[in-house]
């Protein structure tokens, strides 16, 4: 699918990490430069010690696009004469891949830009035109790049820097998230719920919280609620007709004690009675 250019250049600052929107896309960005370093310094690895500095990246002055374009033709040569990218230099990898996608990219084809990668390259004209024969014939001269195949490859680099960045840095930012998903409309679905879930969990939270404060204040002098608790105690402590009545236990134990009572007084009251019924009729009254 074709976006437009305007498009394409916010989305490469975002995922390539160029920062605000108003830098131009005039030299490749600190996190890409060293991906791109390590990337054509692979195959020296366990070969040689040559190896490509990341501020040999950064200061070419180059478009982004250029160094996604040399990246793919780094694969065409890795699949096609893997013996090539080992006998030169990653720095003169880097700088032939480079000067081949920027000549395919902007149509640069004049001497004075010949001059000026071999000037950068630390080489002569005529050794950059023999390097450049090498790299196109060891690549079968296979420069087109279709557009499905660039934004696979820009798709591939902006995961594998989200991934750095995130990994670096501990967490991912929203851009990095939906790298790592296959499409934006999963992305934004899966931000949709994530966002009413946090929102839920918060408002379940301070329910919680307002509940148990609510409780905790609610027996300390001078509240509204600990007001109303403690008038209504004592109109119901003053009403007479809330006194307790005595049980049925109590009402009987009384009886009890009374009808004992009589019966002493009776025993006492008889002086003709003799010892022997006044200790029976104690033992009676006990």
């Not at 030299?27 to 190896?51: M, Q």
């Not at 660039?150 to 680099?157: P, S, T, Y």
């Amino acid at each position: 699918q074709v976006i437009d250019h305007e498009e394409f250049l916010d989305r490469i600052k975002k995922t390539l990490y160029y920062g605000s929107s108003k830098v131009r896309c005039t030299k490749i960005s600190r996190p890409l430069a060293d991906y791109a370093a390590d990337v054509f310094s692979e195959t020296h690895r366990g070969h040689s010690l040559s190896r490509l500095n990341f501020a040999t990246v950064g200061n070419l002055s180059v478009t982004p696009c250029s160094l996604i374009l040399a990246m793919i033709y780094l694969d065409r040569l890795n699949a096609t004469d893997p013996t090539f990218v080992r006998r030169v230099t990653p720095s003169e990898l880097f700088i032939v891949s480079m000067m081949v996608s920027t000549k395919f990219y902007c149509g640069y084809d004049e001497d004075i830009y010949l001059s000026a990668w071999a000037e950068y390259g630390n080489m002569t004209p005529d050794q950059m035109k023999a390097l450049e024969l090498e790299f196109l014939d060891a690549m079968n001269w296979n420069a087109y790049v279709s557009k499905h195949d660039f934004f696979e490859k820009l798709k591939a680099v902006e995961k594998v820097l989200a991934k750095r960045q995130g990994l670096t840095r501990g967490w991912l930012t929203y851009t990095e998230l939906i790298n790592f998903l296959p499409s934006f409309a999963m992305a934004k679905q899966l931000i949709h719920y994530s966002t009413v879930l946090a929102l839920s969990y918060t408002a379940s939270v301070m329910t919680i919280a307002g509940a148990f404060l609510l409780a905790s204040n609610l027996h300390l002098p001078g509240n509204l609620l600990y007001r109303g608790s403690s008038t209504s105690l004592e109109g119901s402590s003053s009403n007479p007709l809330s006194s307790p009545q005595p049980t049925g236990v109590d009402s009987r134990l009384d009886h009890a004690t009374v009808d004992d009572t009589n019966t002493l007084e009776d025993c006492i009251s008889n002086g003709t009675l003799a010892a022997s019924q006044i200790k029976t009729a104690l033992k009676d009254c006990e």
